[in-house]
């Protein structure tokens, strides 16, 4: 190492460890995504996509996770200790309210693909096998 001119010799040509290949100690803001960093686009700049500690902002640490706007179909969105947690559309489920809530009557699954390929689109079907609305298998 050459005191006063270089910050670091590991004798490599490697940028991924913690001394770059121009013998600079790897710091955040250097461009290369090191350990302990999300990112890293060579600025100190919060105003971009990548803030000027390198780290992105954690959901329900460290911004509000209602902001990402992630309930679909109508969702109302709660923030929570852990997260946050989609109130869906009686037509909709899942965690951000994007799917389609499947209804069951007399064991038959509306909207539905078998494991054969075969499909069943309608609103319901009786026991009798008559279907309420058109059919398409």
Not at 89 to 109: A, D, M, Q, S, W
Not at 114 to 130: H, K, Q
């Amino acid at each position: 190492m050459h005191e006063g001119v270089e910050e670091c010799d590991d004798g490599n040509d490697s940028d991924e460890d913690a001394c770059t290949t121009e013998c600079k100690l790897a710091r955040c803001g250097d461009g290369i995504v090191q350990e302990g960093e999300d990112c890293d686009d060579e600025n100190t700049d919060d105003d971009d996509q990548c803030p000027a500690n390198c780290r992105l902002p954690v959901c329900g640490v460290d911004i509000e996770c209602c902001s990402f706007r992630l309930c679909q179909n109508g969702g109302k969105c709660t923030d929570t200790l852990k997260g946050y947690q989609c109130e869906c559309p009686p037509e909709y489920t899942g965690k951000n309210c994007e799917l389609p809530r499947l209804e069951i009557i007399e064991n038959c699954v509306m909207n539905a693909l078998s494991g054969s390929g075969e499909a069943f689109v309608g609103e319901r079907i009786w026991s009798d096998g008559t279907a309420s609305a058109p059919l398409m298998n």
